[in-house]
Structures are given as C-alpha cells and as structure tokens.
C-alpha cells in the first residue's frame, strides 16, 4: 500500500511512485529553486514539477493519476515523499536507489555457488547533513 490505498494494480504504482522522484529532481527549474531560493519555494516548484510528471504518466496508470487529482490525502503524501526525497540545497538530481547497489556476491570455492546478501539499511543523516 503506497499513501494507505489499496491500489489494484499495487506493482505498477509502487514502480511508478519510486521512480517520480528521480524524475521530479530532473527539472531544472526546481533545481534552481533547491540552489537559489528558501525552501517554502523550492516546496511550490517541486509541487509544480510534480504535477507534470504525473500528467507525464497519466497515460501509463490512469489510476495513479485519478487518485492524485481526487485524493487530496494522497496527493499530500506523494507531495512530501517527492520533496523529502529529493530537496538539498546545492540542487542535486536525486538517483533511485537501484537493487544492486544493496547486494555483495560471494563466490564459495566448493561447489562454486553464490549467495547474495543484502546489505545493511542505515538510517539517519548522511555526512551532508540529507536523511536517508
């Protein structure tokens, strides 16, 4: 469940909603809003370029775009994962994490198998000071 409902296609949201904010911190105008100005307006851009990236996939899920537009609890809860995610003063694009980034392979002489382990989440504040 992504913004608590109960979505009947939960797969195709869940790949869409984390793949808005990479797409979201690509606008350069909120770029320059994240680098130039105080957060409130950097919040109205985001805002902004949220709402063409959803009209943007529109056509990929109805669905997601219906409940934005009607769901205002939603379109709240999309709207702050989408600027906690990506807002940082220097104007950074955010990168989606990608799964293979999280794994190490080990490579075991007898039998010569692998294992993948997940690494660790840390959770917190970065060195700069950005909570992941």
């Known amino acids: 469940m992504f913004g608590n409902i109960n979505w009947n296609d939960a797969d195709n949201v869940q790949r869409q909603i984390l793949a808005i904010p990479e797409m979201v911190s690509k606008d350069k105008k909120y ?4 680098k130039n100005s105080d957060q409130q ?3 109205t851009e985001s805002e902004r370029a949220l709402q063409q990236v959803i009209f943007s996939i529109m056509a990929d ?11 205002p609890s ?7 994962l989408v600027f906690n ?3 940082n003063p220097e ?3 955010y990168m989606m994490p990608r799964a293979e980034q999280n ?3 080990y490579d075991f002489e007898e039998g010569n198998s692998q294992m993948m382990v997940a690494e660790e ?7 700069e000071g950005i909570k992941n």
């Open 31 to 34: 770029q320059n809003a994240m």
């Open 41 to 43: 307006e950097a919040r």
């Open 61 to 71: 899920n109805m669905e997601l775009f219906k409940q934005f537009q009607d769901n």
């Open 74 to 80: 939603f379109k709240k809860w999309l709207s702050d």
């Open 85 to 87: 995610l990506t807002y």
């Open 91 to 93: 104007g950074k694009e």
């Open 103 to 105: 794994v190490v392979t």
């Open 121 to 127: 989440t840390k959770y917190g504040k970065n060195e």
